[in-house]
Protein backbone atom coordinates (compact mmCIF):
# COMPACT_ATOMS: atom_id res chain seq x y z
CA UNK A 1 0.00 0.00 0.00
CA UNK A 2 1.44 3.60 -1.18
CA UNK A 3 1.83 5.81 1.94
CA UNK A 4 -1.24 8.01 2.16
CA UNK A 5 -0.73 11.62 2.14
CA UNK A 6 -2.36 13.85 4.88
CA UNK A 7 -2.15 17.58 4.29
CA UNK A 8 -4.76 20.56 5.39
CA UNK A 9 -7.60 21.12 2.77
CA UNK A 10 -9.51 24.26 1.84
CA UNK A 11 -11.30 25.61 4.66
CA UNK A 12 -9.63 23.45 7.71
CA UNK A 13 -7.33 24.61 10.16
CA UNK A 14 -3.73 25.47 9.69
CA UNK A 15 -1.59 23.44 11.93
CA UNK A 16 0.34 25.43 14.33
CA UNK A 17 3.94 24.54 14.64
CA UNK A 18 6.87 25.52 16.87
CA UNK A 19 9.82 25.37 14.73
CA UNK A 20 13.25 26.97 14.19
CA UNK A 21 13.93 29.10 11.51
CA UNK A 22 16.44 31.87 9.83
CA UNK A 23 15.34 34.55 12.16
CA UNK A 24 13.86 32.52 15.82
CA UNK A 25 15.02 29.41 17.79
CA UNK A 26 11.62 29.08 18.46
CA UNK A 27 9.46 30.68 15.83
CA UNK A 28 5.83 29.78 17.19
CA UNK A 29 3.36 30.06 13.96
CA UNK A 30 0.38 30.91 15.31
CA UNK A 31 2.07 33.74 17.26
CA UNK A 32 4.23 34.43 14.19
CA UNK A 33 1.17 35.06 12.15
CA UNK A 34 -0.75 37.28 14.08
CA UNK A 35 -3.71 38.86 12.64
CA UNK A 36 -2.02 38.58 9.09
CA UNK A 37 -2.48 36.55 5.79
CA UNK A 38 0.46 33.94 5.12
CA UNK A 39 1.80 32.66 2.34
CA UNK A 40 3.59 29.29 3.21
CA UNK A 41 5.90 27.64 0.70
CA UNK A 42 8.39 25.25 0.58
CA UNK A 43 11.30 24.22 -1.31
CA UNK A 44 13.28 20.66 -2.30
CA UNK A 45 16.51 22.02 -1.22
CA UNK A 46 18.84 24.99 -0.40
CA UNK A 47 21.67 25.24 -3.28
CA UNK A 48 19.50 24.11 -6.08
CA UNK A 49 18.91 26.44 -9.00
CA UNK A 50 14.90 26.34 -9.60
CA UNK A 51 14.73 27.10 -5.70
CA UNK A 52 17.11 29.85 -5.78
CA UNK A 53 14.83 31.77 -8.53
CA UNK A 54 12.16 31.25 -6.31
CA UNK A 55 13.37 32.19 -3.09
CA UNK A 56 14.44 35.56 -4.94
CA UNK A 57 11.61 36.34 -6.88
CA UNK A 58 9.51 36.17 -3.40
CA UNK A 59 12.37 38.34 -1.89
CA UNK A 60 11.56 40.99 -4.73
CA UNK A 61 8.04 40.97 -4.45
CA UNK A 62 8.15 41.34 -0.29
CA UNK A 63 6.95 45.07 -0.22
CA UNK A 64 4.17 44.24 -2.21
CA UNK A 65 2.67 41.26 0.08
CA UNK A 66 3.41 43.15 2.95
CA UNK A 67 1.44 46.40 1.46
CA UNK A 68 -1.60 43.71 1.14
CA UNK A 69 -1.15 42.22 4.29
CA UNK A 70 0.91 39.03 3.96
CA UNK A 71 3.87 37.43 5.66
CA UNK A 72 5.88 35.36 3.41
CA UNK A 73 7.38 32.38 5.17
CA UNK A 74 9.62 29.36 3.40
CA UNK A 75 10.34 25.74 4.30
CA UNK A 76 12.34 22.48 3.71
CA UNK A 77 14.65 19.81 5.23
CA UNK A 78 17.78 21.71 5.67
CA UNK A 79 19.35 22.58 8.64
CA UNK A 80 19.14 26.40 10.00
CA UNK A 81 23.00 26.50 8.87
CA UNK A 82 22.41 25.21 5.29
CA UNK A 83 19.41 27.97 5.53
CA UNK A 84 21.96 31.19 6.74
CA UNK A 85 24.83 29.92 4.13
CA UNK A 86 22.18 29.89 1.04
CA UNK A 87 20.86 33.22 2.23
CA UNK A 88 24.55 34.54 2.36
CA UNK A 89 25.06 33.39 -1.44
CA UNK A 90 21.88 34.27 -2.77
CA UNK A 91 22.76 37.66 -1.50
CA UNK A 92 26.32 37.50 -2.81
CA UNK A 93 26.02 36.35 -6.54
CA UNK A 94 21.78 37.45 -7.20
CA UNK A 95 22.51 40.98 -5.00
CA UNK A 96 19.13 39.84 -3.22
CA UNK A 97 19.05 39.59 0.47
CA UNK A 98 15.57 37.41 1.76
CA UNK A 99 13.93 39.02 4.33
CA UNK A 100 11.28 36.30 4.94
CA UNK A 101 12.51 33.19 7.26
CA UNK A 102 12.99 30.01 6.39
CA UNK A 103 11.73 27.39 8.78
CA UNK A 104 14.38 24.54 9.11
CA UNK A 105 12.51 21.51 9.33
CA UNK A 106 15.14 18.61 10.16
CA UNK A 107 13.11 16.53 11.69
CA UNK A 108 10.23 16.94 8.63
CA UNK A 109 7.71 17.42 11.68
CA UNK A 110 6.11 20.38 9.59
CA UNK A 111 6.64 19.06 6.20
CA UNK A 112 4.49 16.25 7.28
CA UNK A 113 2.20 18.00 8.94
CA UNK A 114 1.04 19.68 5.70
CA UNK A 115 1.72 16.79 3.55
CA UNK A 116 4.71 18.25 1.61
CA UNK A 117 6.82 15.25 0.93
CA UNK A 118 5.59 12.79 -1.62
CA UNK A 119 7.01 9.93 -1.76
CA UNK A 120 6.78 9.36 -5.73
CA UNK A 121 8.71 12.87 -6.00
CA UNK A 122 11.45 11.94 -2.87
CA UNK A 123 11.06 9.78 -0.27
CA UNK A 124 12.83 12.96 2.08
CA UNK A 125 12.61 16.25 0.15
CA UNK A 126 9.57 18.36 0.09
CA UNK A 127 7.86 19.51 -2.91
CA UNK A 128 6.63 23.10 -3.99
CA UNK A 129 3.88 23.22 -2.11
CA UNK A 130 1.90 26.81 -1.33
CA UNK A 131 -0.45 27.34 1.24
CA UNK A 132 -2.54 30.52 1.48
CA UNK A 133 -3.99 30.81 5.28
CA UNK A 134 -5.96 33.87 6.66
CA UNK A 135 -6.19 35.59 9.63
CA UNK A 136 -8.42 33.47 11.07
CA UNK A 137 -5.55 30.53 10.72
CA UNK A 138 -8.19 28.72 8.02
CA UNK A 139 -6.33 27.67 4.71
CA UNK A 140 -7.70 29.15 1.82
CA UNK A 141 -5.42 27.79 -1.11
CA UNK A 142 -3.25 24.71 -2.00
CA UNK A 143 -1.17 24.68 -5.33
CA UNK A 144 1.41 21.89 -5.74
CA UNK A 145 4.22 22.28 -8.11
CA UNK A 146 6.46 19.63 -9.19
CA UNK A 147 10.16 19.56 -7.84
CA UNK A 148 11.52 20.65 -12.01
CA UNK A 149 8.87 23.43 -12.91
CA UNK A 150 9.58 27.12 -10.61
CA UNK A 151 6.11 28.86 -9.31
CA UNK A 152 4.50 31.95 -10.66
CA UNK A 153 5.37 34.43 -7.80
CA UNK A 154 2.76 36.98 -9.45
CA UNK A 155 -0.03 33.92 -9.81
CA UNK A 156 0.81 33.40 -6.28
CA UNK A 157 -0.26 37.07 -5.32
CA UNK A 158 -3.30 36.78 -8.01
CA UNK A 159 -4.46 34.44 -5.60
CA UNK A 160 -3.70 36.20 -2.63
CA UNK A 161 -5.63 39.16 -3.40
CA UNK A 162 -8.33 37.78 -4.89
CA UNK A 163 -9.18 36.08 -1.80
CA UNK A 164 -9.15 38.85 0.32
CA UNK A 165 -10.96 40.91 -2.41
CA UNK A 166 -13.30 38.17 -2.13
CA UNK A 167 -13.95 38.20 1.66
CA UNK A 168 -14.10 41.97 1.60
CA UNK A 169 -16.47 42.37 -1.26
CA UNK A 170 -18.89 39.03 -0.79
CA UNK A 171 -18.43 38.14 -4.20
CA UNK A 172 -16.39 35.62 -6.17
CA UNK A 173 -13.70 36.57 -9.15
CA UNK A 174 -13.87 35.53 -12.60
CA UNK A 175 -10.59 33.46 -14.52
CA UNK A 176 -7.73 35.28 -14.90
CA UNK A 177 -9.43 38.36 -12.59
CA UNK A 178 -6.70 40.67 -11.27
CA UNK A 179 -7.17 44.13 -9.14
CA UNK A 180 -9.22 46.80 -10.72
CA UNK A 181 -11.72 43.78 -12.96
CA UNK A 182 -15.02 43.00 -12.41
CA UNK A 183 -16.15 40.36 -9.87
CA UNK A 184 -18.91 37.73 -9.36
CA UNK A 185 -22.05 38.79 -8.32
CA UNK A 186 -23.59 35.37 -6.00
CA UNK A 187 -26.17 33.57 -8.03
CA UNK A 188 -29.75 34.24 -6.87
CA UNK A 189 -31.47 31.65 -5.13
CA UNK A 190 -34.95 32.19 -5.41
CA UNK A 191 -37.45 32.92 -8.51
CA UNK A 192 -37.96 36.31 -6.81
CA UNK A 193 -33.98 37.31 -6.96
CA UNK A 194 -33.72 35.70 -10.50
CA UNK A 195 -36.16 38.57 -11.50
CA UNK A 196 -34.15 40.88 -9.50
CA UNK A 197 -31.29 40.14 -11.11
CA UNK A 198 -32.28 40.78 -14.82
CA UNK A 199 -33.62 43.91 -14.25
CA UNK A 200 -30.61 45.11 -11.71
CA UNK A 201 -29.06 48.29 -13.80
CA UNK A 202 -25.80 48.26 -12.56
CA UNK A 203 -24.81 44.73 -13.32
CA UNK A 204 -23.05 43.33 -16.22
CA UNK A 205 -25.67 40.57 -17.19
CA UNK A 206 -24.77 38.05 -18.95
CA UNK A 207 -27.81 35.85 -17.82
CA UNK A 208 -29.42 35.19 -14.78
CA UNK A 209 -26.97 33.29 -12.95
CA UNK A 210 -23.86 34.91 -14.14
CA UNK A 211 -23.33 38.57 -13.25
CA UNK A 212 -20.52 40.83 -12.86
CA UNK A 213 -20.03 44.02 -11.06
CA UNK A 214 -17.29 46.92 -10.58
CA UNK A 215 -15.57 47.17 -7.37
CA UNK A 216 -16.16 50.53 -5.61
CA UNK A 217 -13.83 53.10 -5.84
CA UNK A 218 -11.52 53.18 -3.48
Known amino acids: MPDVISLPKIGDPAPDFTAVTTQSQAMKFSEWQGDSWVVLFSHPADFTPVCTTELADFARRYD ?102 ADSQACATPANWRPGDKVVVPPPKTVAEVQERLSHKDYDIKDFYLSLRDLPKS
Do not use: C
Open 64 to 165: EFQQIGAKLVGISVDSVHSHLAWLQNIKERLGVEIPYPLIADVDTKVSQLYGMIHPGASATATVRAVFVIDPKRIVRAVIYYPMNAGRNIDEIMRITRALQT
